[in-house]
């Protein structure tokens, strides 16, 4: 029994370890990752990674693009690649709590030949884009995303109204000490005391400071 404690609480430590490196943020190795030209026009891409992790791929339109989501990678190290053509840019970031994305812009329509994640001890992410025409690309680009990735519509709000269109709404206080300022009344004993009016427009006000200063 006096070994046996030992080995389980080696054992303890070696499972809280795997679990930390499983729920840790994946890394990438620039030095072993990489954007490559082929000779047909299109692209391969390698990322190198620290661990494998879930991710998918879609393309995108206007402009044309690749994008990369993943849970989760810090995708610090990847600025480092050196972008090729049919690539124009790169750029990476958080997209949603637990996912983060990586943005590759293309130089024109591309289509997806080969896709895999790489696991073993050398994880990595592997792509290989190939040309296509305009009308494939825009099809594939135009593919509905899952309901739970889609973004929101935007919503439709008012226009802003133009300053001095409206009433100007002034509110009086009947328990001013004239200490200077004093905040808000919070009581309802005290907000019984207070009124709100409507005053006339700027313009309407400006009209009567005019005849005011006017004399015959």
Same mark, same amino acid.
């Given at each position: 029994?006096?070994?046996?404690?030992?080995?389980? @609480? !080696? =054992?303890?430590?070696?499972?809280?370890?795997?679990?930390?490196? =499983?729920?840790?943020?994946?890394?990438?190795?620039? !030095?072993?990752?990489?954007?490559?030209?082929?000779?047909?026009?299109?692209?391969? =891409?390698?990322?190198?990674?620290?661990?494998?992790?879930?991710?998918?791929?879609?393309? @995108?339109?206007?402009?044309?693009?690749?994008?990369?989501?993943?849970?989760?990678?810090?995708?610090?190290?990847?600025?480092?690649?050196?972008?090729?053509?049919?690539?124009?840019?790169?750029?990476?970031?958080?997209?949603?709590?637990?996912?983060?994305?990586?943005? @590759?812009?293309?130089?024109?329509?591309?289509?997806?030949?080969?896709?895999?994640?790489?696991?073993?001890?050398?994880?990595?992410?592997?792509?290989v =884009?190939?040309?296509?025409?305009?009308?494939?690309?825009?099809?594939?680009?135009?593919?509905?995303?899952?309901?739970?990735?889609? !973004?929101?519509?935007?919503?439709?709000?008012?226009?802003?109204?133009?300053?001095?269109?409206?009433?100007?709404?002034?509110?009086?206080?009947?328990?001013?000490?004239?200490?200077?300022?004093?905040?808000?009344?919070?009581?309802?004993?005290?907000?019984? @005391?207070?009124e709100?009016?409507?005053?006339?427009?700027?313009?309407?006000i400006?009209?009567?400071?005019?005849?005011?200063t006017?004399?015959?």
């Amino acid at each position: 029994m006096t070994l046996l404690r030992p080995l389980l @609480m !080696l =054992l303890l430590l070696a499972l809280s370890a795997a679990a930390q490196d =499983l729920s840790a943020l994946a890394k990438v190795n620039p !030095l072993r990752s990489g954007i490559v030209a082929l000779a047909d026009g299109g692209l391969e =891409l390698k990322v190198a990674l620290s661990q494998p992790v879930p991710w998918r791929l879609r393309l @995108m339109d206007n402009p044309p693009r690749l994008v990369i989501d993943a849970r989760e990678i810090d995708w610090r190290g990847v600025e480092a690649l050196a972008v090729v053509r049919p690539g124009v840019s790169l750029r990476a970031g958080a997209f949603r709590p637990g996912w983060s994305r990586l943005v @590759m812009e293309l130089a024109g329509p591309l289509k997806v030949e080969r896709a895999a994640m790489v696991t073993g001890d050398d994880p990595r992410i592997e792509l290989v =884009l190939a040309p296509t025409d305009a009308a494939s690309f825009a099809r594939e680009a135009a593919r509905p995303d899952l309901p739970d990735w889609a !973004l929101p519509e935007a919503a439709e709000l008012p226009p802003p109204r133009k300053e001095g269109s409206g009433p100007l709404v002034v509110v009086t206080s009947a328990i001013c000490t004239g200490l200077g300022y004093r905040p808000a009344a919070t009581r309802p004993a005290t907000c019984a @005391m207070s009124e709100t009016r409507y005053a006339p427009t700027w313009s309407a006000i400006a009209r009567n400071r005019a005849q005011s200063t006017t004399r015959e």
